[in-house]
């Protein structure tokens, strides 16, 4: 039984202009309200702006958030060490930008109480400031993927995710993902190999539509952002789209060759 109803995973890598506008606030507002316990954890992965002074500054006005700090190895690596501190009984991963905000979990927890351990946000196809070509990127990504495994999820991509902390402690250390270091702001499709392990368990997965406004104002990660040009931009995008191919392909040969089907120690799912 976990000290908290819910911990929060918030993965923070050079984000300093996403906090600057306030996003942990936002979150505190949120769950300030709430009649749960509750707990939020910052995993910062080595930045190298100002972001993890600004949270620093955060947690020690706000009861409640912690802040991790980590050398730089990549979104799994942060998210893993915010998986192993997390003391609640439910974990929610979510992005530092809110473009999912933190108000969209009241449609994600009823879904618990149904027996569902796994709990995961879909954009759908409306996703407000998503340009045109991002979508139709989305849905080839999704024929692709979809063609091998997880035929039953439309959106594995989304950041906002709900599981029962158990469940995950166990799975998230088994990725493959993990055995990646990172250097700077790197794309990352480990939601997919984290999904098709838990399903491969028997976990039953509820995929559930929500909010999605694009609201990453952060201009520091060295990601395809909206202040580069347009061929840079799309360079940049066609480049992530290629290694997020390439990270859904080694998922699918890791499981031709059977390396998960050596499941973790038994939890009741």
């Known amino acids: 039984m976990g000290k908290f109803f819910l ?4 993965p923070c890598y050079n984000e300093e202009a996403n906090l600057k506008r306030g996003v942990l606030k936002e979150v505190a507002d949120y769950l ?16 190298t702006d100002r972001s993890l002074a600004l949270i620093s500054a955060f947690v020690k006005k706000n009861p409640g958030f912690r802040v991790l700090k980590n050398k730089h ?14 003391r609640g009984q439910l974990t929610l991963l979510t992005d530092m930008d809110q473009s999912t905000s933190i108000d969209q979990l ?24 998503f340009p045109f070509f991002r979508k139709v ?19 594995t991509q989304c950041g906002f995710k709900l599981f029962r902390s158990d469940l ?45 406004q694009d609201r990453d104002a952060s201009v520091t990660k060295g990601k395809a952002g909206k202040s580069s040009n347009l061929r840079s931009y799309l360079a940049r995008y066609f480049k992530e789209s290629r290694d997020m191919a390439r990270q859904v ?21």
């Open 168 to 212: 995950l402690k166990e799975t998230f250390p088994q990725l493959d993902a993990l055995g990646r270091i990172a250097s700077g702001w790197t794309v990352t499709s480990f939601d997919v190999e984290l999904l098709f392990m838990l399903q491969k368990r028997g976990a039953r997965i509820k995929e559930v539509l929500v909010s999605w």
């Open 32 to 47: 300030k309200q709430q009649s749960y316990s509750w707990e939020v954890l910052v995993s910062d992965d080595g930045s």
């Open 7 to 10: 911990s929060v995973v918030i």
């Open 73 to 86: 190895g990549g979104k799994p690596w942060a998210v893993s060490r915010g998986i192993k501190e997390a």
């Open 249 to 269: 392909l080694k998922v699918i040969l890791n499981n031709w060759r059977g390396k998960y089907d050596r499941q973790p120690s038994d939890i009741k799912i």
């Open 137 to 155: 990127g989305a849905m080839v990504f999704r024929q692709f993927r979809g063609f091998f495994i997880l035929k039953e999820i439309s959106d």
């Open 106 to 129: 009241e449609k994600l927890l009823p879904w618990v109480s149904r027996d569902y351990p796994v709990v995961i946000g879909s954009r759908g196809m409306e996703r407000k400031g």
